[in-house]
């Protein structure tokens, strides 16, 4: 008994010495979600990022992420979810279209460019059909998907996340199930990367 007391007692300050040391704090660089949601990510920690192709600040983060996911540890799942507003529906239609017909990693970085580096709107189905005709992705095709049952039920399980993450504005990066963050709470970009590495091992050492 003394022996399991003294394991948890050092467990304990060392969560709470890599904490000070990493030198964030909940409440200002990131939140506990009040309830701890499920997640689907094969026994892995999973980090879920809510955006929206529109936000310039989503844009803004884009190149962290890439640089990020290039050394993401291997006990570590990244999941996009787009943001459901109004506005912002076709936006999330056209990332779950991407992901059916298995072209994001191609056209997802590029919809980003073009949207802010290269002024178009892409706001409706007919003009993101004109943008992927540049990609070699046939328009039936994408149409196809984009008004599919497939896509409108992915759109309604995103709407239940952003809800039950109380995603209030984007980007929001989840960590765990357990934890929120983003770019404004943690002070910048490369804040929040940081702040990232330091929830998923917060994550880790709870398990």
């Not at 640089?67 to 507003?85: F, H, I, M």
Request: hydrophobic fraction near 40%; charged fraction near 25%.
């Amino acid at each position: 008994m003394r022996t399991s007391l003294y394991a948890l007692l050092f467990l304990t300050l060392s969560l709470v010495s890599y904490s000070s040391e990493a030198g964030f704090e909940v409440g200002k660089h990131y939140v506990e979600l009040g309830v701890a949601q499920q997640v689907s990510a094969d026994g892995k920690i999973e980090v879920r990022e809510f955006f929206w192709y529109g936000c310039q600040h989503c844009y803004r983060l884009e190149p962290f992420l890439e640089a990020w996911l290039e050394k993401r540890p291997p006990d570590v799942a990244y999941v996009r979810t787009p943001g459901v507003a109004r506005r912002w529906i076709s936006h999330a239609k056209a990332y779950y279209a991407f992901e059916a017909l298995g072209i994001t990693e191609k056209v997802h970085r590029p919809f980003f460019d073009a949207i802010h580096k290269g002024g178009q709107k892409l706001e409706d189905e007919s003009s993101i059909k004109a943008f992927l005709a540049d990609y070699g992705v046939d328009g039936e095709t994408f149409a196809n998907a984009f008004n599919s049952f497939g896509v409108r039920t992915q759109v309604q399980k995103a709407k239940q996340l952003n809800f039950r993450y109380a995603v209030e504005s984007v980007p929001s990066i989840t960590i765990g199930g357990k934890y929120k963050t983003s770019a404004s709470m943690a002070g910048g970009e490369q804040q929040l990367m940081q702040v990232i590495d330091h929830l998923i091992e917060k994550v880790r050492q709870q398990r």
